[in-house]
T-cell receptor, first 111, second 115 residues
Framework: QKEVEQDPGPLSVPEGAIVSLNCTYSNSAFQYFMWYRQYSRKGPELLMYTYSSGNKEDGRFTAQVDKSSKYISLFIRDSQPSDSATYLCAIIKAAGNKLTFGGGTRVLVKP | NAGVTQTPKFQVLKTGQSMTLQCAQDMNHNSMYWYRQDPGMGLRLIYYSASEGTTDKGEVPNGYNVSRLNKREFSLRLESAAPSQTSVYFC??????????????FGPGTRLLVL
């Protein structure tokens, strides 16, 4: 069993819709939770990070963590075609430790 | 300020050939990493260097070697390439191992095909 599971998609939504992405993890020692966005043929770039249960907002993006269920989510409001990319969750056990990535979910926002 | 740069962008090798993937960063970061990305597998850590002069194995180090040439440069070497090493390779850097959280900045990747 992978330490971090993520539905590969693809997830296709119309422009303006809410995109909902999820990851589950198995190790309760994980403390820091991140979302990376990766455009086709590019390197991943950090979108958001959080270390506590609850919600964190940044513009159209909301990251949600439920440590009791070992479940993390990313919501994208008012989705745009430019949001079409692969979204990777990444988790680390403690500061300075190595990132463990999910497999990524491909998102396509249609105009 | 170019961030993290990687060379080459694309390479085709025959089984058994060797090659070195180059990575450089201009952000004065202490830590550097090499990942491989395969379909559905996400990114898997091959090797990392927490600081100049140190290197450590990651999740999938077999078949690879690394050199932290100086603070800026971190190279990945395939001594005898195998088809299973066909992948996209990403280099990343972060300010320091131990920063909270450890934000890593990625290069554009090297696509490697081993025939």
């Amino acid at each position: 069993q992978k330490e971090v599971e993520q539905d590969p998609g693809p997830l296709s939504v119309p422009e303006g819709a809410i995109v909902s992405l999820n990851c589950t993890y198995s190790n309760s020692a994980f403390q820091y939770f991140m979302w990376y966005r990766q455009y086709s043929r590019k390197g991943p770039e950090l979108l958001m990070y959080t270390y506590s249960s609850g919600n964190k907002e940044d513009g159209r993006f909301t990251a949600q963590v439920d440590k009791s269920s070992k479940y993390i989510s990313l919501f994208i409001r008012d989705s745009q075609p430019s949001d079409s990319a692969t979204y990777l969750c990444a988790i680390i056990k403690a500061a300075g430790n190595k990132l463990t990535f999910g497999g990524g979910t491909r998102v396509l926002v249609k105009p | 300020n170019a961030g993290v740069t990687q060379t080459p962008k694309f390479q085709v090798l025959k089984t058994g050939q060797s090659m070195t993937l180059q990575c450089a960063q201009d952000m004065n970061h202490n830590s550097m990493y090499w990942y491989r990305q395969d379909p559905g597998m996400g990114l898997r850590l091959i090797y990392y260097s927490a600081s100049e002069g140190t290197t450590d194995k990651g999740e999938v180090p077999n078949g690879y070697n690394v050199s932290r040439l100086n603070k800026r440069e971190f190279s990945l070497r395939l001594e005898s390439a195998a088809p299973s090493q066909t992948s996209v390779y990403f280099c990343a850097s972060s300010e320091q191992a131990g920063a909270t959280p450890e934000t890593q900045y990625f290069g554009p990747g090297t696509r490697l095909l081993v025939l």
